[in-house]
């Protein structure tokens, strides 16, 4: 594989000043993988087992599922949880302002990763609106079937509202895809459900990494590979201030302009409190799987855990 990098600058207004923001695209290409992008514009169930079958009806519930973890107390988990909830009607608009729309060739490239084929049953967990679970839905077409999971019913609400619309390029009735409430540490779902899963900017909010992986090899058939993208906790001292001042100095002030700078402070001591790119390679094999390796992606900023179940 070959990796390629290129230097954009963009000015990015976020009040009276100008602030300059250097972005770095990493073009990968190999024989199964090539993306391209282009910027045109810039604007600032719980269900039944036996319904997991192409083309059967999930049913929503609206309960939340919550494991007690002894790390990790259960009102931070909530607060989290809330958070999501808060930020779900401009979330989408925020990703594409604040990654100048580099997130969508990151998940595709995490769509690649797991192997999601036409007419397979995947998940996509932490499924936030929708975003990797559509470019699942174009992987497996409409033979296939995708199930999106998320804690925040906002965030689900607005999935639904985002399939129901024909601007993201799939129409409802070529999408077969379910939208469910629940855990990432306690799956709702049989053993060996799915055929290929992703997970984006979900597994450092869980309240136990380890157990989330652990639901993660439980549902996957052998076989199966998952990705998980992620903001990168990198051990490289220039990307780590690169990356803390970019979150402080253009994330947090791009979204006080939308009344959400209290909520996506957080960033910052969540990445550092998460785990290392090893580090998830390590929990990945505890959890049972039995190939894991860390891409860094974004110059280092993100990263992304592909996983194999044997």
């Known amino acids: 594989m070959s990796v390629g990098v290129r230097q954009l600058t963009y000015s990015c207004r976020t009040g009276p000043a100008t602030t300059t923001v250097i972005v770095i695209l990493c073009g990968m290409q190999s024989a199964n993988f090539s993306v391209a992008t282009q910027f045109k514009h810039l604007s600032f169930t719980t269900f039944a087992p036996s319904t997991l079958q192409a083309g059967r009806p999930f049913r929503r519930s609206t309960g939340f599922l ?24 401009v979330y989408d608009q925020l990703n594409d ?5 580099q997130h969508r060739i990151w998940k595709r490239m995490a769509v690649k990763w797991c192997q999601a084929s036409a007419g397979q049953q995947t998940l996509d967990v932490c499924c936030g609106s929708g975003d990797l679970a559509f470019r699942l839905a174009e992987a497996v077409g409409p033979s296939g079937q995708v199930v999106g999971l998320d804690f925040a019913q906002e965030m689900l609400d607005d999935a639904d509202a985002r399939q129901a619309s024909q601007a993201h390029g799939i129409r409802r009735q070529n999408a077969n ?7 990432a540490v306690q799956l709702p779902f049989p053993d060996c459900s799915f055929d ?8 450092r909010n869980v309240p136990d990494v380890l157990q989330a992986l652990k639901e993660l090899h439980r549902v996957l058939q052998p076989g199966a590979k998952v990705a998980v993208l992620d903001f990168n906790n990198t051990d490289d001292q220039f990307v780590d201030w690169f990356q803390g001042f ?31 790119g090893k580090q998830q390679e390590d929990f990945a094999r505890q959890a049972g799987f039995a190939k894991a390796t860390h891409y860094e992606i974004g110059f280092g900023l993100m990263g992304t855990l592909v996983a194999s179940k044997q």
């Not at 990790?72 to 958070?83: A, F, G, I, M, N």
């Not at 302002?97 to 729309?101: D, R």
């Open 66 to 89: 919550c494991r007690n973890q002894v790390n990790t107390p259960k009102p931070v988990y909530q607060d989290r949880q809330k958070l999501f909830n808060r930020i779900a009607p």
């Open 97 to 101: 302002v604040l990654s100048l729309g």
């Open 177 to 183: 895809i379910k939208w469910v409430q629940g855990d």
């Open 196 to 203: 290929a899963a992703t997970m984006g900017y979900g597994l």
């Open 246 to 276: 970019s979150l402080e100095n253009i994330v947090v002030p791009a979204a006080k302009l939308y009344g959400l700078a209290e909520e996506y402070k957080y960033l910052r001591p969540s990445i550092k409190r998460f785990a290392t």
